[in-house]
């Protein structure tokens, strides 16, 4: 199943954490217990076969229920235990990162942790695909879906290179930005959709000086002057301490973000992914903006 997810051996020795001839070793013996391949080659990985995909649903069943009693047991002794897959956004992990590997190390010490940074489509996608436990996922208009926990709200802010006269104001209008050179992501993303609506309802389009996918990336970029960026300021608090860029609130509107926890529908939520669950919101509570 690790090999399924991973679309290689390779790749899943590393989240296995161990060598690949382990896992190659092992996947050979259960092919020769089956008298079929599960898995075939390709130039960028390897691919059930139909022998594997006929009996993939099958194993993934079999694994829910040993998990469930997993669950049961260790819930019986109140012990959280297991693997928890959770997914970060971009902008969230300077902050939460740390803190969130941190915590779970000291309060859940048999809760192995695995995380993902992705973008807010990347993350609900494999949420969706159950090959994440929990996601942080971005939600425009300060509107959360159902019962999703909201983790902050934050507003979004226009991010220039330090000493851009723009960029140090107190605040700036969404016509002004609008009107300014930009590092936006490609579409489809959220905020470019968000941006695109807006011009397009002002009568105007964006100005793109660049296209970059990651805050990462548009953030670099803004500091080196290439054009702006849009996002929290909490996606860059470095470079902002270090006096590498400037960050003014975009008003006129305000443009909110709502950051929400989502929660897979693929298997049951466990004693483990509550409580990370709940280390989570608390730790975003105080360290991301206030819902």
Known sequence: MRIVVAGSVTRA???????????????AQLEQQCGARLFRRTG???VLT?????IHGRVQALMRLADDLQDEIDCSAGVPS?????????????????????EVRRLLPRVRLHLVEGSSAELEEWLALGRLDL???????????GDEPVLARMALCLLGRAGDAVAERASVTLDEVLSLPLILPGAPHVLRSQLDKLASQRGTRLQLAIEADTVG??????????????????????????GELSAAPIVSPQLLRTVVLGTTAHRAHTLATRRV???????????????
């Open 13 to 27: 020795a590393l989240a296995l954490d161990c060598p690949q001839s382990v896992v190659s070793r092992q996947l």
């Open 44 to 46: 960028r990985g390897v």
């Open 50 to 54: 139909d022998f594997g995909q006929q």
């Open 82 to 102: 297991g693997e928890v897959h959770v997914g970060l956004l971009p902008s969230t992990v300077g902050a939460l990162a740390r803190p969130i590997f941190a």
């Open 135 to 145: 996601a942080m996922l971005l939600r425009d208009g300060g509107q959360a879906q």
């Open 217 to 242: 990336l548009q953030i670099e970029l803004a500091a080196a002057g290439a054009g702006y960026a849009v996002a929290a300021a909490v996606s860059a608090p470095g470079q902002i301490r270090r």
């Open 277 to 291: 669950s709940e280390l989570m919101r608390s730790i975003a509570a105080e360290r991301l903006p206030a819902p």
